[in-house]
């Protein structure tokens, strides 16, 4: 736990994850987490092994924030949303302070998209995820993660990794 005080957390975990690896099991007190910080890692979390990590661990403070665990990013897996009810029409156009954009329209503004994910590779609005817990003892690149136990993708880390990005930490609009 000596680690990670002294910096943004998800600076530390990123420098520590170059010294020993890119999956890390951190004991914090009495709670096992599992740090993420490559996409390869990420891939496996978050698309192959997803119902395994399906589940939010369960929180006083997000109990309290989100009336028992009630919202879309909070609620236990088995407590289905119906993406319909989520959004129910995706059909374009909506007014936007009088002008009416629809899908089209939307996908000629490619400058604005490039700006818009650069931006959001620099800065991510959560450096670190929402906290997902496993719901079955999972092997990982032939690492055990075991029931309970707390993931985090650090997803500030993934956005500067050298493996994809050559120069990570500039701001520059690729595929113009």
Request: proline letters at 7%.
């Amino acid at each position: 736990m000596h680690h990670i005080v002294g910096g943004y957390p998800h600076h530390v975990l990123r420098d520590l994850a170059k010294k020993y690896g890119p999956l890390m099991h951190l004991q914090l007190g009495e709670v096992c987490v599992v740090v993420v910080t490559s996409s390869e890692m990420a891939k496996n979390v978050l698309k192959t092994h997803d119902l395994a990590f399906a589940s939010r661990p369960k929180l006083l403070v997000t109990d309290i924030i989100t009336y028992d665990s009630r919202d879309i990013a909070f609620s236990p897996y088995d407590q289905g949303f119906d993406m319909a009810d989520i959004f129910p029409s995706y059909k374009f156009p909506h007014g936007l302070g009088g002008v009416k954009f629809d899908k089209y329209d939307v996908k000629e503004l490619k400058y604005l998209k490039l700006v818009v994910k650069e931006t959001l590779r620099l800065h991510p609005p959560i450096p670190l995820s929402v906290p997902r817990e496993c719901r079955e003892e999972t092997d990982i690149n032939g690492y055990t993660i075991p029931v309970k136990t707390k993931v985090l993708i650090n997803v500030w880390a993934l956005g500067r990794d050298p493996k994809y990005w050559d120069d990570a930490e500039s701001f520059k609009l690729c595929g113009l």
